[in-house]
Nanobody, 132 residues
Framework: QIQLQESGGRSVQTGGSLTLSCTSS????????VGWFRRAAGKEREFVAA????????????YYARSMEDRFTITRDINKNMLYLHMTDLTPTDTAVYYC?????????????????????WGRGTQVTVSS
């Protein structure tokens, strides 16, 4: 069973930066594609960024929601068993609970829109609040 735990959420001001972290048990970040999603109050969960498993394809394959690709960066440190989301130029519209997610191990779908339905393991989320 994959377990994910986010951290790093806090209140920041508009224009600020923040890095979220996610840790997991076992070899999740080696065997699964992992990513970040978010849910703002009263809205549905939306995709933020994903990074593929470091095996069949480049271990740096990433995919972003178009509205965030210029400001957010997803990185992974397999040796530390950590996933990160670096966020810059934050605005109040970025206020949300951010979730770390993973696909089942060995999911053979390349990082991209087709991978999104395969995210099935979730952390409990970390709150990011951006004030104006």
């Amino acid at each position: 069973q994959i377990q994910l735990q986010e951290s790093g959420g806090r209140s920041v001001q508009t224009g600020g930066s923040l890095t979220l972290s996610c840790t997991s048990s076992g070899d999740t970040f080696r065997n699964s594609a992992v990513g970040w999603f978010r849910r703002a109050a009263g809205k549905e969960r939306e995709f933020v960024a994903a990074i593929g498993r470091p095996s069949e394809w480049s271990d740096a394959d990433t995919y972003y929601a178009r509205s965030m690709e210029d400001r957010f960066t997803i990185t992974r440190d397999i040796n530390k068993n950590m996933l990160y989301l670096h966020m810059t130029d934050l605005t109040p519209t970025d206020t949300a609970v951010y979730y770390c997610s993973a696909t089942p191990p060995d999911t053979l779908v390349r990082v991209g829109a087709a991978l999104l339905p395969h995210f099935s393991y979730w952390g409990r989320g970390t709150q990011v609040t951006v004030s104006s």
